[in-house]
């Protein structure tokens, strides 16, 4: 068990629709990050926030966005859904920015 | 920009054998570097890192990498598998620098330990 917690564990959508993913980092890190892993792009690093503050951005599409709370957990916003967004969602958390530290992720099934 | 490369997609391996998983980057700037490890429907767990200091690293469950500078690569070993080691296997880097933190991973190779 990393300490990182993502809810929900599974999430089955139509398309066009929004959905909210939520993680909550470990105890006392500021920084989280979330990561999109599908079987044709793999592992691709979408946005970080340091202590509710936009740090960095990957490939991260117009659709999605995401926000880091006073109380650090962060949720990741996908909306106008497609079938290719479907795919696991990773969330990260680090105190240094030397080890990430993992959650158990969120499927998403868009059908 | 960095780019993380895995040579080998797929390794099969018989229980107790040996194993090298190899993995090279690239990147204009110095990195630290990973190997994570993901079992079936799980999240990533990392197996060892290097950031500085001695080039071989050693890391959890047998595992040990070496990084070479000149080579570009950090390739994992492992002297003796068990069947447990069934997973697929993530080499990352994260360039050393001020201001965001993002991992570059490569493709992944799935290892796959036989009887």
């Known amino acids: 068990d990393s300490g990182v917690t993502q809810t929900p564990k599974h999430l089955i959508t139509a398309t066009g629709q929004r959905v909210t993913l939520r993680c909550s980092p470990r105890?006392?890190?500021?920084?989280v990050y979330w990561y999109q892993q599908s079987l044709d792009q793999g592992l691709q690093f979408l946005i970080q926030?340091?202590?509710?503050?936009?740090?960095a951005k990957g490939n991260i599409l117009e659709r999605f966005s995401a926000q880091q709370f006073p109380d650090l957990h962060s949720e990741l916003n996908l909306s106008s859904l497609e079938l290719g967004d479907s795919a696991l969602y990773f969330c990260?958390?680090?105190?240094?920015?030397?080890?990430?530290?993992f959650g158990p992720g969120t499927r998403l099934t868009v059908l | 920009a960095q780019s993380v490369t895995q040579l080998d997609s797929q390794v099969p391996v018989f229980e107790e054998a040996p194993v090298e998983l190899r993995c090279n980057y690239s990147?204009?700037?110095?990195?630290?570097l990973f190997w994570y490890v993901q079992y079936p429907n799980q999240g990533l767990q990392l197996l060892l890192k290097?950031?500085?200091?001695?080039?071989l690293v050693k890391g959890i469950n047998g595992f040990e990498a070496e990084f070479n500078k000149s080579q570009t690569s950090f390739h994992l070993r492992k002297p003796s598998v068990h069947i447990s080691d069934t997973a697929e296997y993530f080499c990352?880097?994260?360039?050393?620098?001020?201001?965001?933190?993002?991992?570059?991973f490569g493709g992944g190779t799935r290892v796959l330990v036989k009887p």
């Open positions: 990260a958390s680090s105190v240094a920015p030397n080890e990430q530290f």
């Open positions: 105890s006392g890190d500021l920084s």
């Open positions: 926030y340091y202590n509710g503050e936009e740090r």
């Open positions: 990147s204009s700037v110095s990195v630290y």
């Open positions: 290097y950031l500085s200091g001695s080039t």
């Open positions: 990352a880097v994260n360039q050393i620098k001020a201001a965001g933190n993002k991992l570059t």
